[in-house]
């Protein structure tokens, strides 16, 4: 008899194990659709797993792109990114937060593809009340479209720290004790799209994009972004094992920067840039 079988504690566990199981799914499950909508090529933006992956592709008709319903006024934002594989020149990834409006503040992840074989090109900028050009850029020490690989923005009262798998790349300080514009302002919101930028990302248009290789596809999971004020990230700076990695990413991986773009910038470079020994 089916009854015997359930006695009211086992009954009670089957319920609790099922309140568990809901609570977990509101937890985990659902992220993408909780926390960001498509605003561009929605045929080629596609929630998957209840909302655990969103992919973005590319085609000869549209990109696409997504937007989170929060803004922020300081973060940490953590995702996991896998990028566009193969032949993916003239492709680019954006990952940033912004405002809106004439004097935006920005903070800007792009990743430009490459052809197949040759890496990719992590492009880094701060806007600040609209005034930008403070472009660095890397080459990444792994191939970023064979897995997913964790890119944060830290951005607090101190500082904004871009991160690549929890190792700080670059900092920019908040140095407004020295006039220099700091985003504390504007609340942000985050942005991510793929679309077609081969008359600019390889190298001013040398490689265009192999459309018999569409659509392109870049993959997101495990966003978090945390915004509590009392949590440990708002007062946090890069300490001395990471200005050491800084150090490594800038001695091996860094390709541009335009601290030291002596052609670019012939009158001096941006005050900030000779401020960065300053802890
Ligand atoms: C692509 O590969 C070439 C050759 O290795 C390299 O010079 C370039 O920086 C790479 N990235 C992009 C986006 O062009």
Same mark, same amino acid.
């Given at each position: 008899?089916?009854?015997? $079988?359930?006695?009211?504690?086992?009954?009670?566990?089957?319920?609790?194990?099922?309140?568990?199981?809901?609570?977990?799914?509101?937890?985990?499950?659902?992220?993408?659709? #909780? #926390?960001?909508?498509?605003?561009?090529?929605?045929?080629?933006?596609?929630?998957?797993? $209840?909302?655990?992956?969103?992919?973005?592709?590319?085609?000869?008709?549209?990109?696409?792109?997504?937007?989170?319903?929060?803004?922020?006024?300081?973060?940490?934002? #953590?995702?996991?990114?896998?990028?566009?594989?193969? !032949?993916?020149?003239?492709?680019? +990834?954006?990952?940033?937060?912004?405002?809106?409006?004439?004097?935006?503040?920005?903070?800007?992840?792009?990743?430009?593809?490459?052809?197949?074989?040759?890496?990719?090109? /992590?492009?880094?900028?701060?806007?600040?009340?609209?005034?930008?050009?403070?472009?660095?850029?890397?080459?990444?020490?792994?191939?970023?479209?064979?897995?997913?690989?964790?890119?944060?923005?830290?951005?607090?009262?101190?500082?904004?720290?871009? /991160?690549?798998?929890?190792?700080?790349?670059?900092?920019?300080? !908040?140095?407004?004790?020295?006039?220099?514009?700091?985003?504390?302002?504007?609340?942000?919101?985050?942005?991510?799209?793929?679309?077609?930028? #081969?008359?600019?990302?390889?190298?001013?248009?040398?490689?265009?994009?192999?459309? +018999?290789?569409?659509?392109?596809?870049?993959?997101?999971?495990?966003?978090?972004?945390?915004?509590?004020?009392?949590?440990?990230?708002?007062?946090?700076?890069?300490?001395?094992?990471?200005?050491?990695?800084?150090?490594?990413?800038?001695?091996?991986?860094?390709?541009?920067?335009?601290?030291?773009?002596?052609?670019?910038?012939?009158?001096?470079?941006?005050?900030?840039?000779?401020?960065?020994?300053?802890?």
């Amino acid at each position: 008899m089916v009854s015997a $079988y359930f006695s009211s504690s086992n009954v009670s566990a089957l319920l609790v194990f099922l309140f568990m199981m809901s609570t977990s799914m509101v937890a985990f499950g659902g992220k993408f659709y #909780d #926390d960001f909508y498509i605003t561009w090529g929605p045929e080629n933006a596609k929630m998957l797993d $209840y909302g655990q992956l969103l992919t973005l592709s590319l085609n000869s008709v549209s990109g696409s792109a997504f937007e989170s319903y929060n803004q922020y006024l300081y973060v940490k934002i #953590d995702m996991q990114i896998k990028l566009v594989a193969g !032949n993916s020149a003239g492709t680019v +990834t954006t990952f940033y937060l912004s405002s809106t409006g004439n004097h935006h503040d920005e903070i800007d992840f792009e990743f430009l593809g490459n052809v197949t074989g040759q890496p990719y090109i /992590l492009h880094t900028n701060v806007f600040c009340q609209g005034q930008g050009n403070k472009e660095q850029q890397f080459y990444l020490w792994f191939d970023p479209t064979a897995d997913f690989h964790t890119y944060s923005i830290l951005w607090n009262p101190l500082n904004i720290v871009f /991160l690549v798998d929890g190792i700080p790349i670059r900092q920019f300080k !908040n140095l407004e004790s020295f006039g220099i514009p700091f985003p504390k302002y504007q609340p942000m919101r985050l942005y991510s799209s793929l679309w077609n930028a #081969d008359n600019w990302a390889t190298r001013g248009g040398l490689e265009k994009i192999d459309w +018999t290789q569409a659509p392109f596809t870049a993959s997101y999971r495990n966003f978090n972004a945390n915004s509590d004020s009392h949590g440990a990230w708002y007062w946090k700076k890069v300490d001395y094992s990471g200005k050491g990695q800084i150090q490594w990413v800038q001695n091996n991986y860094m390709i541009y920067n335009y601290c030291t773009d002596s052609k670019r910038f012939p009158p001096g470079f941006a005050p900030e840039c000779y401020l960065t020994n300053l802890s």
